[in-house]
């Protein structure tokens, strides 16, 4: 049976890892034989921020590209140079910075380096949708609304969110844990008696809550009193 990590701690926020939820599990009886991390965007776009672009001027040998100049967020402007047709002063950008790996739309990893363009020095890349494994665009670089804040992580302003799964494997007998709530439940009746928590399961509304509050009776009928005594 596969657990999220992130629906799990919508029912129980313990603010553990995937690894010492794991560990507490198998504890239990819930045994997991895995833990996967799930990432909705390769790489997580490690090391890709919002950039503004400053300063844009020719390049002296070629055409089609333009030196530009882009702050993001720290104290020294970054040298980027650019090919994309659509690049111009005052733009808010995705630049990913040296050091960091895309993974684009159907291609191989690319490791971002200082590099030099027709000679002149470059520091960093400033990105199409499928550079950054986002979309498939490359009619141009992103343009992001004005408002966005240079300095910012794409990861944080595009809310990337990475998950890990969680493998049970599940013993015919504990058919109470064969849900998200399950394990949840499992996960703190162990920390409040073993650690001495305090944690209450967080489980959604629905009509039947509000049957149940409204004193909605149920009549139930025993078919048969031999197999079912009651």
């Not at 672009?53 to 402007?77: C, F, Q, W, Y």
């Amino acid at each position: 049976m596969k657990i999220s990590y992130n629906w799990l701690n919508t029912y129980l926020n313990t603010g553990m890892s995937p690894q010492e939820i794991g560990e507490i599990l198998t504890a239990t009886g819930l045994e997991v034989e895995s833990i996967e991390k799930i990432e909705t965007v390769k790489g997580g776009l490690e090391g890709v921020l919002i950039g503004e672009v400053i300063e844009l001027n020719r390049h002296p040998d070629a055409d089609r590209l333009r030196i530009t100049k882009v702050n993001i967020g720290s104290a020294d402007l970054l040298q980027i140079v650019c090919g994309a047709p659509n690049v111009a002063a005052g733009q808010k950008v995705l630049v990913a910075t040296v050091g960091s790996t895309l993974y684009p739309a159907g291609g191989e990893p690319l490791k971002i380096k200082k590099s030099k363009i027709r000679g002149v020095e470059s520091e960093g890349m400033i990105c199409a949708e499928d550079e950054l494994g986002i979309g498939e665009s490359h009619d141009g670089i992103m343009i992001l609304p004005s408002e966005t804040i240079a300095g910012q992580s794409a990861r944080e302003y595009l809310k990337i969110e990475d998950d890990y799964v969680l493998e049970i494997g599940l013993t015919p007998n504990r058919s109470d844990a064969m849900s998200h709530i399950g394990v949840a439940r499992d996960l703190k009746a162990y920390l409040n008696f073993h650690k001495d928590t305090k944690h209450s399961l967080t489980i959604p509304k629905s009509d039947i809550d509000n049957a149940v509050q409204s004193n909605h009776k149920l009549n139930i009928t025993v078919e048969n009193p031999t197999a079912c005594l009651r």
